[in-house]
T-cell receptor, first 110, second 113 residues
């Protein structure tokens, strides 16, 4: 069965303190790995899709990378407005489903 | 463009009551989805509709029914609500299938007493 585990559950950073969020996955044939951002009381907002090991994508202070077993979301010099829950999800070739991790709740203090 | 809209935003039901959650999208997407989100757990797929006229079960379909009314609208029905269905429900849509970017609505917070 496809599984997604995100770590840490919660992360507190000072403004400007770079760090990484981890998404470990087990899937039989990865079709795509997705990163979303979710603000409190709102729906998830799409950030990135990665399709194959070695792929990287960037957007402002965020950079997502992918290996055969995990993905990292690197946050460089974060700002308070980057505070949110970051969700990872995988889709496999073998089933029509999206499996989400429980998320990492990021807090950036000024 | 409103994107994906959901009604209602909040709802409180008593055990055994029924209700329908409404979802509509104005992006001309073919595929639509219903998820539930519970504390400490990831979003879980309840049902999806790959295209108008089709619906399929997701990971947690028990206790729910869906209707793809037309290309724009996809509703989720709870026939006899149970406390275990207390959750936040999200509707999403994508152009064509799971590998396309899914756009989410703002959610419906449902409490079943």
């Amino acid at each position: 069965e496809d599984q997604v585990t995100q770590s840490p559950e919660a992360l507190r950073l000072q403004e400007g303190e770079s760090s990484s969020l981890n998404c470990s996955y087990t899937v039989s044939g990865l079709r795509g790995l997705f990163w979303y951002r979710q603000d409190p009381g709102k729906g998830p907002e799409f950030l990135f899709t990665l399709y194959s090991a070695g792929e990287e994508k960037e957007k402002e202070r965020l950079k997502a990378t992918l290996t055969k077993k995990e993905s990292f979301l690197h946050i460089t010099a974060p700002k308070p407005e980057d505070s949110a829950t970051y969700l990872c999800a995988v889709q496999s070739y073998n089933n029509n489903d999206m499996r989400f991790g429980a998320g990492t709740r990021l807090t950036v203090k000024p | 463009n409103a994107g994906v809209t959901q009604t209602p935003k909040f709802q409180v039901l008593k055990t055994g009551q029924s209700m329908t959650l409404q979802c509509a999208q104005d992006m001309n997407h073919n595929s639509m989805y219903w998820y539930r989100q519970d504390p400490g757990m990831g979003l879980r797929l309840i049902y999806y509709s790959a295209s108008e006229g089709t619906t399929d079960k997701g990971e947690v379909p028990n206790g729910y029914n869906v209707s793809r009314l037309n290309k724009r609208e996809f509703s989720l029905r709870l026939e006899s609500a149970a406390p275990s269905q207390t959750s936040v429900y999200f509707c999403a849509s994508s152009l064509a299938g799971f590998t396309d970017t899914q756009y989410f609505g703002p959610g419906t917070r449902l409490t079943v007493l």
